[in-house]
C-alpha cells in the first residue's frame, strides 16, 4: 500500500462503517487513479470533497435529510443580519467625536472598523449582483477583515470597535458561509436591502449613534437583533414543521451560536448575578463566550445522533415469541 493510498483511507474515515466497507475500495481507487505520478498527499480539493461526502452519508445515514437545507436557511438568515448589523455600525463610523473630546479615532472614522464594515456591505452587494461563488467569496473576506481588526489595531494603535460587536459579527459570519449559491434574484437582494435598512435606522436615530460604541447602545442593538434572529427562526421551523419539513429546526439549533454571541452582554449579566446591567465584568463575559462558542456548537452532533438513534430501526429478538 502506498502512502498516498493510506492517506485517502484515512479521509475515509469521514465515512460511516457500512458505507466504507461496501464503497470504500472503489472510493479510493478512483482518487488513486486520477493523482498526478508521484504525488504522496492527496490534493486539497480531494480532501474537502471526501470530508463533504462522509458529512453527507452521515447526515443521510441519521435521516435528517433537512439538515444541509437547514444549514443554508441558517446561513440566509445569519447573512442578512450580519449585513443589517453592518449597515448601523457604518454609520457610526461615520460619526467621529469633536476635536476636543478626548476620543481616539481612526482619521476620519470612529475606529478601524469602517473596513470590515464595508467588507459586509461589499458582501450584500456581491450577494445581490453576482452569481456563483463571488458571493460566498465576499463574505469570507468579510469574516476575514473582521477577524483581522484585532492584531491590526494591536499594530497600529487605533481603536476598533469592541470585542462584544466583533464576536457576534464573526459567529453570524461563519454560518453565512452555508449559504446556497442558488437563490432566484428577490431572494439575493434581501441582505442588501438589509444593509440599506440598517443604514437608514441608524442614520435617523439621534441617540447612541452619535460617536463611541457606547456599551449601552450596542448592548441593546445586539440583544434586539438575537430576540429577532431567534423569533423568525422558531416562526419560520413552525410554519415549515407543519408541513413536514424540519429545516426549520436545525436552521433553529445553528443559530443558537451566533444568537447567544449578540445577547453576550445579557447572558454575561444574568451570568454575574445582575441581569439588567450593561457593563458586566470581563471574566463573566468571557466566560460566557466560551461557554456559548463551545456549547451552541456540541449540539449539533449530539442532535445528529439523538436522530440517527431514533431513525434506526429496532432489532426484533426472533425468541420473543418461544418465551411467551
Not at 434572529?229 to 436545525?250: F, N, P, Q, S, Y
Amino acid at each position: 500500500m502506498t502512502e498516498l493510498e493510506r492517506r485517502y483511507l484515512r479521509l475515509l474515515a469521514a465515512y460511516p462503517a457500512d458505507y466504507r466497507r461496501a464503497r470504500g475500495a472503489e472510493i479510493v481507487g478512483t482518487y488513486l487513479d486520477l493523482a498526478e505520478p508521484g504525488r504522496r498527499w492527496p490534493a486539497p480539493a480531494d480532501a474537502v470533497d471526501l470530508l463533504h461526502g462522509g458529512l453527507r452519508q452521515r447526515v443521510r445515514a441519521a435521516g435528517a435529510l433537512h439538515l444541509v437545507p437547514g444549514a443554508r436557511l441558517a446561513a440566509a438568515l445569519a447573512l442578512v443580519t450580519a449585513t443589517a448589523l453592518a449597515g448601523m455600525w457604518t454609520v457610526l463610523e461615520l460619526r467621529p467625536a469633536l476635536p476636543g473630546f478626548g476620543e481616539p479615532s481612526a482619521g476620519p472614522f470612529v475606529s478601524l472598523g469602517i473596513v470590515a464594515w464595508a467588507g459586509w456591505l461589499l458582501a450584500a452587494a456581491a450577494r445581490a449582483l453576482t452569481p456563483g461563488r463571488w458571493p460566498r467569496r465576499a463574505v469570507a473576506l468579510a469574516v476575514l477583515l473582521t477577524v483581522a481588526l484585532v492584531p491590526a489595531a494591536a499594530l497600529t494603535g487605533l481603536p476598533r470597535p469592541p470585542l462584544f460587536v466583533l464576536l457576534p459579527q464573526l459567529g453570524l459570519g461563519l454560518v453565512a458561509l452555508g449559504a446556497s449559491r442558488e437563490q432566484s434574484m428577490p431572494l439575493r437582494v434581501v441582505p442588501l436591502l438589509a444593509a440599506v435598512g440598517g443604514l437608514a435606522v441608524a442614520g435617523s436615530s439621534s441617540n447612541g449613534f452619535s460617536w463611541t460604541y457606547r456599551a449601552v447602545t450596542a448592548e441593546l442593538v445586539l440583544r434586539d437583533a438575537a430576540v429577532v434572529v431567534l423569533a423568525v427562526t422558531v416562526l419560520l421551523a413552525a410554519g415549515l414543521a407543519v408541513r413536514g419539513d424540519h429545516r426549520g429546526g436545525w436552521a433553529l439549533l445553528i443559530l443558537l451560536t451566533p444568537a447567544g454571541l449578540l445577547a453576550l452582554h445579557a447572558l454575561a449579566g444574568a451570568a454575574d448575578g445582575a441581569p439588567n446591567a450593561f457593563a458586566p465584568n470581563w471574566t463573566a463575559l468571557a466566560a460566557t463566550a466560551a461557554v456559548v462558542a463551545l456549547v451552541g456548537p456540541a449540539l449539533l452532533p449530539v442532535a445528529l445522533a439523538v436522530r440517527a438513534r431514533l431513525a434506526r430501526p429496532a432489532i426484533p429478538d426472533p425468541t420473543r415469541h418461544a418465551r411467551r
